[in-house]
């Protein structure tokens, strides 16, 4: 079992910047694939960005060029950083890991953390 805690949303003007912060409760998340994804009320869950175990990198096209996914596996964190944030990235923000092994799969989600564009 993992936990993962995030932390960094808040309220932030128009044009600002936030860094989202994932942390597994425990080592091993190199092993793992991990994605930021978001929901805004009354839309589904979306996938903002992707990163593997090799550490590529992958995003939604509405985020392309704004946003950075980076981990740190030393620190079982993974990050989100969101420049340039509009009213429409208000969403509550998740973390996600994920494995497969062989016929296992690992899936793991933190509790979200409120991110609120707003002028």
């Known amino acids: 079992q993992v936990q993962l805690v995030e932390s960094g949303g808040g309220l932030v003007q128009p044009g600002g910047s936030l860094r989202l912060s994932c942390v597994a409760s425990?080592?091993?998340?190199?092993?793992?694939?991990m994605g930021w994804y978001r929901q805004a009320p009354g839309e589904q869950r979306e996938l903002v960005a992707h990163?593997?175990?090799?550490?590529?990198?992958d995003y939604a096209d509405s985020v392309k060029g704004r946003f950075t996914i980076s981990r740190d596996n030393a620190k079982n964190t993974v990050y989100l950083q969101m420049n340039s944030l509009k009213f429409e990235d208000t969403a509550v923000y998740y973390c996600?890991?994920?494995?497969?092994?062989?016929?296992?799969?690992?899936?793991?989600w933190g509790q979200g953390t409120q991110v609120t564009v707003s002028s």
């Open positions: 990163i593997t175990t090799g550490g590529i990198t």
């Open positions: 996600n890991a994920n494995r497969r092994l062989g016929d296992l799969h690992y899936d793991y």
């Open positions: 425990r080592s091993g998340l190199s092993l793992y694939a």
